[in-house]
């Protein structure tokens, strides 16, 4: 996976479009499958969670997608903070969004949080990994995984 350049973004759908088109220049036009998903769910949807959040492309999907709870999980949220952070603070109060982000393990206590309408896991890309993921958040999941 790439690091996007995103310096230069100054508002989240600017970011959005910037990292979607970057992922996809590098890695393939279906690279953003899961984006295309999220969005095609959330129609019914108004709660999100994300294990695997990196620089926050999908978290800044789901902002613009109509959740009124977004949360991130990364075991390092340092990519988060370097570009998007500031933009998805602004997004979500503007837009009166909750977004609750947390620097910890997926598979650690500390990141269970309240159940969601949808769940993506796109942390550890593992089997057992993932295995403990869906042990411990699974059943958060109401209506969606996406993996």
């Excluded at 973004?9 to 990292?19: A, G, N, R, T, V």
């Excluded at 998007?84 to 598979?107: G, H, M, Q, R, Y």
């Excluded at 969601?116 to 403990?132: E, N, T």
């Amino acid at each position: 996976m790439i690091n996007a350049e995103l310096g230069h973004c100054k508002d989240l759908q600017e970011f959005y479009q910037e990292i979607r088109w970057q992922q996809e220049e590098a890695h393939g036009a279906d690279y953003c499958e899961q984006h295309d998903a999220i969005i095609k769910y959330a129609k019914d949807c108004k709660t999100y969670a994300e294990l695997g959040t990196h620089q926050g492309g999908t978290l800044a999907c789901a902002l613009q997608a109509g959740f009124k709870y977004v949360e991130g999980v990364d075991i390092d949220m340092h990519r988060y903070k370097k570009f998007l952070k500031p933009l998805a603070e602004k997004f979500a109060k503007d837009n009166k969004v909750v977004l609750k982000i947390k620097e910890v393990d997926s598979t650690g206590m500390d990141s269970i949080g309240p159940q969601v309408d949808m769940l993506l896991i796109d942390s550890y890309h593992r089997a057992y990994h993932m295995q403990k993921e869906l042990q411990m958040h699974g059943k958060r999941a109401k209506k969606y995984i996406i993996a």
